[in-house]
């Protein structure tokens, strides 16, 4: 500036200075000259940074002499006009211009597809239309946003025309005078990925919660179970204790069976999966249910993919289908539709959040839809948590849909819930596709395979309290159990069975034929099977050796799990275990 | 001295508009009382703008004392224009 003074003054001054010499006129007409077209370059400079600066209003076009620097400077605004209009048009987010009132002026194309509505229904609405917000709070909402010159939120935007998008709206005030900008970005899939994804988190945490609890409550229950029985068996039949101790295996057997489907949807169950059709699941399901089902409620059955072969325990798979259907059927009050249906889907390496425990392949689906008033969102949330209900205190556990995940889960696979207010519900349960065996193995040659690979227990008691406690018990500890409540069933089991039994577990004194009879039979057909007798009396007509081992009544569960283990491995054939 | 201003504007043009009320607050703020502004709207009178070679509004013409001094735009930098004032005073 000082510069630019110094000779401005000393142009004003020169022409004033008197008298003149010779050539100062030509000197002055110079001067002047150089004064007019510095102040032809000031105005140019100072058009084109006005320009530039977009603090203009309207551009002569046309003006003869127009300089150079302004022809570019020009060019230069067109062209980053265009560029900025690119930007705003392309961006990814929704951007929206606001006037001082908060009335929309302009959207790009992606804030429109956010809102739902054209570049013409737009204009002149103000986001009172799209959230719901009284006037009142817009009025200090928008107040509040000019004097901050910023505002972040979520919101729930309603589309004029039906639909709602969860948006994360973010604004600046006075981007230009008088203009405020708001980005939009539609975060509706990711926030309902992430509740799907803590909702199996939360299952998942539940599911161990309930499985370690109903564990270990379950060890407790086989105590009294197995020690009732056998309090039971030392009594006289007249013994007045008798009723009582009936009645606390009745309660504890209750209780076993409630354990049983939180074990389920812990996954802790033991599951006999074998290859089976999901035709023959469905129709054996839908034969069951078919008689429950009120004159109101229609079954339709598809059979979009009944030969695709799964590996499930039919017996858990065609329950979880019977409770999902009667789900189906108690949520039709007043009568519908049932749909059930198979498909094949793949499922690749990019799945879903809740799926990350499937295994990329074809899965089989089984999909059972019901017309009936569908479910709120904070139902479809909890629906597979156990203890939940929305049925009356006492006509349901909450336990069925529970046990349903923990199954399905178990056995590979995956249940998903669609469901909206008056669409009815859908489930989907995923199985894994049993993959034909490359040698074209018979599917009998598989589950011979899957013999070999666990030790069977033959057992044979006549007291079925006791043969349910020491089968269950086995069970559990991963055995394979053929039982029998009488030697010549065992004999029967025997002779049925194509596999190795490598121990044969049986009471000593028992109609008919006794223990050591029975044994003596069994290893003549089989001679690798090792045998260990359960007696409350121990003088019986046995006596310890070598080959003859002796489980004493009454025993517990560690006592018989020991006991089982030292028999199988004094076995020929040791196999390993998990 | 006295100054004179020319400030051209197009009509309610938003930077026009803006450039008014700034020019206006400048000259109220300077305290001065022989600031002479003259508003010519170029709808109005296009052959004046086109006299004074106005390309573009809002423009704004210091043409007392001379030389010819412009500042184009809404004149929302005020320093730019007061030093413009500033400088004639001390001149």
């Not at chain 1, 169950?269 to 054996?284: F, I, M």
């Not at chain 1, 939940?388 to 995956?414: D, M, N, P, R």
Request: hydrophobic share 40%.
């Amino acid at each position: 500036m000082t510069d630019k003074r110094t000779i401005r003054s000393e142009a004003k001054s020169e022409p004033d200075k008197s008298p003149r010499p010779a050539g100062a006129d030509e000197k002055a007409a110079l001067l002047a000259e150089i004064e007019d077209l510095r102040a032809q370059l000031q105005s140019a400079r100072e058009t084109a940074r006005a320009l530039i600066a977009r603090e203009v209003d309207s551009v002569a076009q046309g003006a003869g002499d127009t300089p150079a620097l302004l022809r570019e400077a020009q060019a230069a605004l067109r062209e980053g006009q265009a560029q900025l209009r690119a930007i705003f048009e392309g961006a990814l987010d929704g951007l929206v211009l606001m006037d001082g009132e908060g009335s929309f002026l302009e959207g790009n194309p992606a804030a429109l597809e956010i809102l739902g509505v054209s570049a013409d229904e737009l204009a002149g609405k103000t986001a009172a239309d799209f959230v719901e917000v009284s006037p009142e709070d817009f009025e200090a909402g928008w107040s509040a946003f000019l004097e901050e010159r910023h505002f972040e939120a979520e919101h729930v935007v309603v589309r004029p025309a039906g639909g709602q998008r969860r948006v994360e709206i973010r604004a600046r005030a006075n981007v230009s005078p008088g203009r405020h900008l708001a980005v939009l970005r539609d975060v509706t899939e990711r926030r309902r990925l992430e509740e799907t994804l803590r909702q199996s988190h939360r299952l998942e945490s539940i599911g161990r919660l309930a499985g370690g609890l109903a564990h270990d409550l379950n060890n407790t229950l086989m105590v009294i179970t197995g020690f009732t029985s056998l309090a039971q068996q030392g009594r006289p039949p007249s013994d007045p204790t008798q009723g009582h101790l009936e009645e606390v295996l009745r309660a504890a057997n209750e209780g076993a069976e409630l354990l049983k489907q939180l074990l389920a949807f812990g996954r802790r169950e033991t599951l006999s999966p074998k290859p089976t059709t999901l035709g023959q699941l469905v129709a054996s399901a839908t034969r069951m249910t078919g008689r429950l089902l009120r004159e109101d409620v229609e079954l339709v059955v598809g059979h979009g993919a009944d030969d695709v072969v799964v590996h499930v325990d039919p017996a858990r798979v065609e329950h979880v289908l019977m409770d999902v259907l009667l789900n189906a059927r108690d949520a039709m009050d007043g009568g519908g539709t049932i749909t059930v249906d198979t498909a094949v889907e793949s499922v690749g390496t990019d799945r879903k959040p809740g799926w990350e425990t499937l295994a990329p392949g074809r899965y089989a689906v089984i999909s059972v839809h019901d017309s009936g008033p569908g479910m709120a969102p904070e139902t479809r949330r909890r629906i597979f948590e156990p203890f939940f209900t929305t049925k009356e205190a006492g006509k349901g556990t909450g336990l069925g849909l529970a046990t349903v995940y923990g199954i399905i889960k178990q056995s590979l696979g995956h249940i998903e819930c669609e469901t909206e207010v008056g669409q009815g519900t859908t489930f989907r349960i995923y199985l894994p596709v049993e993959e034909e065996p490359a040698h074209g193995s018979a599917p009998s040659e598989t589950a011979t395979a899957g013999i070999d690979e666990v030790e069977t227990v033959l057992v044979v008691e006549d007291e079925d309290a006791i043969r349910r406690f020491v089968v269950q018990m086995l069970r559990r500890e991963g055995y394979r159990v053929l039982e029998a409540a009488r030697p010549g069933d065992a004999l029967l089991a025997s002779e049925q069975e194509p596999g190795p039994i490598q121990l044969l577990l049986s009471d000593v004194v028992m109609p008919r034929m006794s223990g050591p009879e029975l044994a003596k039979r069994i290893v003549a057909e089989r001679p690798d099977t090792q045998v260990l007798f359960m007696s409350g009396y121990a003088a019986d007509d046995l006596k310890e050796t070598s080959d003859v081992k002796l489980l004493s009544k009454p025993f517990g569960p560690e006592e018989l799990s020991a006991a089982v283990r030292r028999a199988l491995d004094a076995g020929p054939k040791r196999l390993a275990r998990p | 001295m006295t100054v004179v201003l020319r400030l051209y504007v197009a009509g309610k043009a938003p930077n026009s508009v803006a450039a008014r009320r700034a020019l206006k607050r400048i000259v109220e703020q300077s305290m001065r009382d022989d600031i002479e502004v003259e508003i010519v709207d170029v709808f109005a009178e296009p052959q004046r703008a086109m006299e004074d070679g106005i390309l573009v509004t809002p423009t704004l013409l210091r043409i007392s004392p001379g030389p010819t001094w412009t500042i184009v735009g809404n004149l929302a930098d005020g320093d730019r224009v007061t030093a413009l004032l500033e400088l004639v005073e001390e001149s």
